[in-house]
């Protein structure tokens, strides 16, 4: 019985762990944007701010899959499904990115009456 109840104490401490890295994420994240004294977006720019908050919530959504989601146990080929997901993720992002000018009419490498290339 009293193995069952260490288990449960340690796993109380892990759970204890990632609720207060959430808590301390949440107000770094709310600080960055609503301090005068820290403000991000005023002093280096949206682009520095907005790539703060989403490396505090990558950390963030890696200790809830780590730990709530169990994923820190799992095998080895759920790691690699996860990266080529990833990848694949960034890789139509980028390329949506790349290609977002190249509207026929919108861009100066387009004939505007025709929406063909010049």
């Known amino acids: 019985m009293s193995d069952h109840t260490h288990d449960i104490s340690k796993h109380r401490k892990i759970y204890i762990t990632v609720g207060v890295i959430l808590l301390i994420g949440t107000l770094c994240t709310f600080a960055l944007d609503h301090f005068d004294s820290i403000n991000l977006k005023k002093k280096v720019g949206m682009l520095v701010a907005t790539l703060a908050a989403l490396a ?22 759920v790691y690699w499904v996860m990266g ?16 977002m000018n190249d509207i026929p009419g919108q861009g100066h490498q387009f004939d505007l009456k025709t929406g063909l290339p010049k």
Not at 56 to 77: C, D, P, R, Y
Not at 84 to 99: A, R, Y
């Open 84 to 99: 080529i997901t990833i990848f694949c993720v960034l890789g139509l992002m980028g390329l949506t990115l790349w290609g």
């Open 56 to 77: 505090i919530a990558t950390v963030k959504g890696g200790f809830v899959a780590g730990v709530f989601m169990h994923l820190s146990n799992e095998k080895k080929w």
